[in-house]
């Protein structure tokens, strides 16, 4: 199930990924069976914290045939100065920041 604002969890710094166990390999399983479910909307990504678990953790499917793709304690090595701004027609009543 998607964690939904106003939820703590998802106003956390999420916590690394020690070792992977058994919670680890359920919490991949429950992100993989989680997105690929979703269909309103289709999701390409999904976080731990958005199923209720603070660990650094993600996955995605760029594309709906893709395989999921997951991601641990990833880190952003380089980002751009570069801004682009992104014209939203409409602003939808159902999303976080519209």
């Known amino acids: ?10 106003f956390q710094k999420a916590k690394p990924v020690g070792q ?7 919490i991949i399983q429950d992100l993989k069976t989680t997105l690929t479910a979703t269909d309103k909307p289709k999701g390409v990504g999904l976080a731990a914290p958005q199923i209720g678990v603070s660990l650094r953790i993600f996955a995605a499917r760029p594309k709906e045939k893709d ?13 751009s100065d570069d801004l682009i ?13 519209g």
């Open 1 to 10: 199930m998607i964690t939904k604002v106003p939820n703590p969890v998802l």
């Open 20 to 26: 992977i166990d058994k919670k680890t390999k359920k």
């Open 67 to 79: 395989p999921v793709k997951i991601f641990i304690n990833p880190q952003i090595l380089w980002k």
């Open 85 to 97: 701004e992104i014209e939203r027609e409409e602003k939808s009543k159902n999303t976080l920041y």
